[in-house]
């Protein structure tokens, strides 16, 4: 899949493909696909007669973004006007968007064509794409598995070529775990590098949105679009003008590659092979590896579980069914109402400062671990997810699911970027390498998901 | 009965755009649901803009007035405080951790002063939800419960809505009228709260409510329970609210969307070195700086244009002179034509040549309030109002002569006045103004009746 | 929703805050850690209101997807218990 975006730029740029074909022959695939799969919940009508208008700019040379004629799939926690953002879940199976979120304006005045909404674990709660209202998502890379979550559809939209990319959003990992599941190129940018509004909250002080892509120019391409200073928004980094496809290096000399000891205890070991195959590889091409300390690194996960939760419950208190949707504890799944009860528990006045605040506490532990261990190093490379994706409808307990992300959590919690590529396979199943960087390491990221892949 | 009373005073800060949004501020003007966008409906997915500058910056500047401790170069988070209720879009209302601690106002003393932001307008009765209001940047003010009767209440309250309006921070009274809850609690019984109260007046009318209603049943021996109630305007009595109404425990938390303020030493300089003085510090100054009466002083403060426009009239003809004037004329010309002094459209100098005509005898006191009351409603020169209503004084000969009339066409009258009764020459004084056209000075036709009906007698 | 499925999910909802309380036994005691990265004073001056445009379309867009609204375009909800 090594440099498909690039590759199809070119051909819409030359007139080799009309971005009207484009957009029809992924309706078409979408369509065909689509029924076994369940990776799109919602198709936007007007992509073709969008399609069209960019088309006809093409021809008339007048100038076009960085995307022009590329077809995006959204997840479905993003809000996209006059399409429904349900976040999979019955809460809002109705709700149809009343604006434009940020990344969508952008992705707009790019030339981006948003061919439809994918599925998702309900309001992200989840790790394997299974939690959705509107059904399960399978693998496209490793069938009758569990694509993983929560950004289920977008990761396997790109995977089965559904269309050329796609925005999902992690907060603790969901779009970094199916990146790795379904072998695509995932990103999550540092915290507060992208625009939140018009995202529809799991954890405000956590979520990012990020892309995915067939390949690490288009995860490039489409962060540089949407990422940068808005603002319309409180919580964000003053980063303004970010460009990081034109500048994708394929050599890795002169830099430190982290690696922990930490990764190896918590991960499976089949997976722990191929990490370490692709970490010798890193090194022929000219990295220097470096052993980190990541000591408390397990802890993020009931830590994040119970921040996560608190965050959560606040912002489901809107879902009252007062204004729009259905009142959320009525209608949502089990593991949401699970965050949610965990959430309204864990905060009540008795309880704050054993739990709330304390897991508080363990987050800046992990957070400057991850700090100094990125004093030291450019990047820490390692597994994305410590275990394989389960079968479908295998039943697993909650902290089975929940162990999923051991791994993704602490960059979350840190505010570090972190990106995703296929490091190769164990039982024909994609297996991720993760490629997490400092704040606003974006590009030191690219470069090393760039050179493994040019090499993979 | 020992009672204790105390406030928790919301007023709406004056701002063109609400606290965390662009929609504008004038909910009344507008019909339901028109000033409202993704952010102020709490919309999935809508994150807050960053809070409104002028709105913080106005708060500090109440909190100042008030006489608190501003919290400086500390984390001031701006918290979620959660609870179901229909006015409120996104399930929790934003409020501030305290901006101003341990102010007093007129021997209360003031516990905090924070932000917050208004929710919705729900009318419970009907069952209907307007988010015009939802939004508009609020400072909330806290009491301790240092006051002892209904009076006392009101007049902290009335105080208190003075200094806001001094302070030219909040949405004018006609607006948004100021909203408190009331906690009343009478020696052997629990703390009631008191909610939904929206006027001065509506909040003596609840506490005299509740007065009453506790001491009758700690009267009968039954106990009063610490509890929540609303007042209800149409009734004039309090109701308590269903607990399933009420959150017990609000479940702060740091919003995520929103950095926290810190207050640093240069904004509180900046904002204190534009800052008005308050009214109760103001009047205790006008009573030293000009020597006169406290209650000409309150008078005077009562309006902090009034205020204004007495300081600089003060300067240039005596201040005693201008107060009485200010209280017993000017002050009762504007209520009499519902106007407040920042209405007014004459100019201070017309003011003060007008008082300077009458301090010198030019004119009469009685001209001078005609002179006076015309300046109120069409400004200009003195001296040409002065001919325009004709009372230019009358000559000497022209008087004598209205005297004579007066006294030719009154004879029982005059009889009268022979014979002995004052209230008889208070009418032929009259009769003379009205023959002069009020263009004489009384005391000097008084001279003139009293020589003529002597010489007569 | 079964009272049943509430108990089990508020139990399973537990097992992870277990864990947390024994993950964080003996690990210093920090400051709070609130924010994915810190600052403060963000904020923006008053100004003009947005365009009556901008929210003109808005408002149909919110009309059209509540449950209920009366004809002044007030929003229906349940009227309130403690008014009787």
Redesign the interface.
């Known amino acids: 899949m090594d440099e498909v975006t690039r590759g199809k730029l070119e051909a819409i740029r030359q007139g080799e493909l009309s971005v009207v074909e484009n957009v029809q022959r992924m309706l078409e695939r979408i369509a065909k696909l689509n029924p076994k799969i369940n990776a799109f919940i919602e198709l936007n009508p007007d992509a073709l007669a969008q399609a069209e208008a960019v088309e006809r700019r093409l021809r008339r040379g007048e100038k076009v973004g960085k995307l022009a004629g590329l077809t995006v799939g959204v997840k479905s926690?993003?809000?996209v006007l006059g399409l429904r953002?349900t976040?999979a879940s019955k809460t809002?199976e109705?709700?149809?968007?009343?604006?434009d979120?940020e990344v969508i304006k952008r992705v707009r005045a790019a030339g981006g064509i948003i061919i439809g909404m994918t599925n998702m674990d309900e309001f992200a709660c989840g790790s394997s794409g299974e939690t959705s209202a509107f059904g399960a998502t399978d693998n496209p890379a490793a069938p009758g598995h569990i694509p993983g979550g929560s950004s289920s559809g977008s990761a396997a939209a790109i995977a089965a070529g559904m269309c050329d990319l796609c925005l999902g959003s992690d907060t603790g990992g969901s779009i970094r775990n199916p990146a790795s599941h379904c072998g695509v190129v995932g990103v999550k940018p540092?915290?507060?590098l992208v625009p939140?509004?018009?995202?529809?909250?799991l954890?405000?002080?956590?979520d990012?949105i990020g892309p995915f892509a067939p390949d690490v120019y288009g995860a490039a391409l489409l962060l540089e679009v949407i990422a940068g200073f808005n603002?319309?928004?409180?919580?964000m980094?003053d980063a303004k003008g970010v460009s990081y496809a034109d500048e994708l290096q394929t050599d890795l000399k002169g830099m430190r590659v982290g690696i922990s000891p930490k990764f190896r205890e918590l991960t499976d070991p089949k997976i722990m092979e191929v990490i370490d195959s692709a970490i010798k590889k890193l090194q022929d091409l000219g990295a220097e590896i470096v052993e980190v300390e990541l000591p408390?690194l397990?802890?993020g996960?009931?830590?994040y579980?119970?921040i996560m939760?608190?965050?959560f419950?606040?912002a489901?208190?809107?879902?009252?069914?007062?204004?729009?949707?259905k009142r959320i504890?009525?209608v949502c799944g089990?593991e949401v109402?699970?965050?949610i009860?965990?959430g309204?528990?864990?905060?009540?006045?008795e309880y704050?400062g054993?739990?709330?605040?304390?897991?508080?506490?363990?987050?800046?532990?992990i957070?400057e671990e991850l700090m100094t261990a990125l004093e030291k190093v450019d990047v820490i490379v390692g597994p994305t997810v410590p275990k394989l994706p389960h079968k479908m409808g295998e039943k697993i307990s909650?902290?089975a699911m929940?162990a999923y992300d051991y791994l993704t959590i602490p960059a979350?919690?840190a505010?570090i970027c972190g990106g995703v590529v296929k490091a190769g396979e164990v039982d024909g199943i994609p297996v991720g390498l993760q490629v997490q960087g400092k704040?606003l390491g974006e590009e030191e990221v690219f470069r090393v998901l760039r050179s493994y892949e040019a090499v993979a | 009965m020992k009672m204790l009373i105390g406030f928790e005073v919301h007023q709406q800060l004056s701002t063109g755009r609400k606290m965390y949004c662009d929609c504008p501020t004038n909910y009344q003007e507008v019909p339901p649901n028109t000033n409202i966008c993704p952010i102020c409906t709490g919309m999935p997915g809508s994150k807050p803009l960053p809070p409104n500058e002028r709105a913080v910056d106005a708060a500090i500047e109440i909190a100042l007035m008030l006489g608190c401790e501003i919290i400086a170069d500390r984390i001031i988070y701006i918290q979620r405080k959660h609870y179901d209720y229909p006015d409120l879009p996104s399930g929790y209302q934003r409020t501030s951790l305290p901006i101003g601690l341990n102010g007093e106002l007129q021997g209360v003393r003031i516990r905090e002063v924070h932000l917050e932001e208004d929710p919705g307008q729900y009318d419970p009765t009907l069952g209907t939800v307007d988010f015009n209001r939802s939004g508009v940047p609020l400072v909330e003010i806290v009491t301790e419960p240092d006051m002892h009767s209904p009076e006392e209440a009101r007049k902290f309250l009335r105080q208190l809505v003075r200094l806001l309006e001094y302070s030219g921070k909040v949405r004018p009274e006609a607006g948004g009228a100021m909203r408190t809850d009331t906690n009343i609690s009478l020696e052997g019984g629990g703390r009631v709260e008191v909610k939904n109260i929206n006027s001065v007046k509506g909040a003596y009318r609840a506490i005299k409510f509740e007065i009453m209603r506790q001491r009758a049943k700690l009267e009968r021996g039954e106990a009063v329970t610490r509890e929540t109630r609303a007042y209800l305007e149409s009734q004039k009595i309090t109701m308590p609210m269903r607990l399933k109404e009420l959150e017990e425990d609000y479940r702060y938390i740091p919003d995520p969307d929103i950095f926290p303020l810190v207050i640093d030493q240069a904004r509180i300089r900046r904002i204190k070195a534009s800052m008005v003085e308050a009214p109760h510090l103001r009047e205790q100054r006008l009573v030293k700086q000009y020597g006169i009466g406290p209650s000409v002083a309150n008078v005077i403060a009562s309006e902090r244009e009034l205020a204004n426009l007495f300081e600089v009239v003060a300067r240039e003809v005596d201040p005693k002179f201008v107060a009485t004037w200010f209280r017993t004329k000017l002050k009762k010309i504007l209520n009499y034509m519902k106007l407040r002094a920042e209405d007014v459209k004459f100019v201070p100098e017309q003011l003060i040549d007008l008082l300077k005509m009458i301090k010198s005898d030019e004119i009469t006191p009685e001209q001078g309030e005609l002179v006076l009351r015309e300046l109120v409603k069409r400004p200009g020169d003195p001296h040409e109002l002065l001919l325009q209503l004709g009372l230019v004084r009358v000559g000497r000969t022209e008087l004598q002569a209205a005297v004579a009339e007066a006294i030719r066409t009154n004879p029982e009258v005059v009889k009268d006045y022979l014979a002995g009764k004052q209230e008889a020459l208070h009418f032929l004084v009259g009769k003379v103004m009205q023959l002069t056209n009020m263009r004489a000075d009384p005391r000097e036709i008084i001279k003139l009746l009293r020589a003529e009906l002597g010489r007569e007698g | 929703m079964s009272e049943q499925r509430q108990k089990e999910i508020e139990l399973s909802a537990e097992e992870i805050v277990e864990s947390f309380v024994k993950a964080a036994e003996g690990l210093p005691s920090e400051r709070e850690t609130y924010y994915g990265h810190e600052a403060c004073n963000i904020m923006r001056p008053d100004g003009q209101p947005s365009p009556d445009e901008e929210r003109a379309d808005f408002r149909k867009q919110f009309l059209a997807i509540t449950p209920g609204v009366d004809e002044h375009g007030n929003l229906r909800v349940e009227v309130a218990r403690w008014t009787r």
């Not at chain 1, 603002?231 to 919580?235: F, H, K, L, R, T």
């Not at chain 1, 309204?344 to 006045?349: D, Q």
């Open positions: 926690n993003i809000n953002a976040c809002l109705d709700y149809i968007a009343t604006y979120a540092t915290y507060g939140r509004q018009g995202l529809i909250d954890a405000m002080s956590l990012q603002p319309n928004e409180c919580v980094l408390h397990e802890k996960l009931p830590a579980y119970l939760s608190v965050e419950f606040s489901t208190r809107k879902f009252d069914g007062r204004k729009y949707g504890e009525d089990d109402l699970r965050r009860l965990r309204r528990h864990i905060s009540r006045k704050r054993k739990y709330y605040q304390r897991a508080l506490q363990v987050r800046t532990i957070r909650v902290s929940y979350n919690l505010g704040v």
